[in-house]
């Protein structure tokens, strides 16, 4: 009697998946020893808007979740619960309930208090992606030389001021940064990037800078507050001009008054 051959092909199936690999795309680290971090994990949606899904991680014994980028890894939010209450013991990324077009969060603090007393009943908040007002955008070079970042002061996402940092460059090259209303990036082709947007009326400032002797732009003070470009969204891109041409990932802010 001919056996089947379904049952067979299913078996074959199943072991090549069992000798396959699996390769760490992204790694993300807690800096203290048991400090908990990574006790939670999930998908977090596409928080910041770039069409890939990002994560969303608990680390409980510091009552704080971070959101990182599925595209590069970078960190692109973070949440601050109150302390002792073991906020991000749990995750998850929802739809969107509030209707802003953004991805929702639920963190659960199982040691959460009930407001106005001391009573622990545990505690779920439910967090809107929406409000958070910087993250980055990629580049047209498929691995751009330049990383940057926004640090928000005081370690908060929400912050107004902060640090922005770019490293990856010569040390003591020199270096261009552009100001735009629109996504700018890299001109390919060999052109020198000094007409930097894609659309050159929202240019909003550009300028020459050098780089440190690590190959790093450190510009403390910098701030998300203006009264003329309240309510936009700025981008920022940077480039290394000499002695060779590199773009780094864009950045966008969003302006407050």
């Known amino acids: 009697m001919t056996k089947p051959l379904l049952p067979l092909l299913l078996v074959a199936l199943l072991a090549g998946a069992a000798r396959s690999q699996l390769h760490a795309i992204h790694d993300f680290h807690g800096q203290a020893d048991l400090d908990a971090f990574g006790f939670a994990v999930a998908d977090a949606g596409d928080v910041d808007g770039d069409g890939r899904a990002d994560l969303i991680v608990g680390h409980s ?12 890894g970078s960190q692109i939010a973070s949440a601050v619960g109150n302390s002792g209450e073991q906020f991000g013991y749990a995750v998850a990324g929802l739809r969107d309930l509030s209707g802003d077009g953004r991805m929702d969060l639920l963190v659960g603090a199982w040691l959460g208090r009930q407001p106005g007393s001391n009573t622990v009943v545990g505690s779920a908040r439910l967090l809107t992606s929406e409000a958070i ?76 800078f050098g780089y440190g002797f690590m190959g790093e732009l450190v510009v403390p003070g910098a701030s998300r507050q203006n009264p003329f ?29």
């Open 229 to 257: 470009l309240a309510g936009t969204r700025v981008h920022l891109q940077f480039y290394e001009t000499s002695p060779v041409i590199r773009a780094s990932n864009g950045l966008w802010l969003d302006m407050v008054p």
């Open 61 to 72: 014994s510091q009552n704080r979740i971070f959101v990182y980028s599925g595209l590069d």
């Open 133 to 208: 007002p910087q993250g980055s955008y990629g580049s047209t070079l498929a691995n751009p030389a330049l990383v940057a970042a926004w640090q928000g002061d005081g370690g908060s996402p929400f912050a107004r001021t902060g640090t922005i940092m770019v490293d990856g460059a010569t040390p003591g090259g020199f270096g261009l940064y552009g100001v735009s209303l629109a996504a700018i990036d890299y001109l390919a082709f060999g052109y020198l990037p000094l007409l930097i947007a894609i659309d050159p009326i929202n240019l909003l400032d550009q300028g020459p």
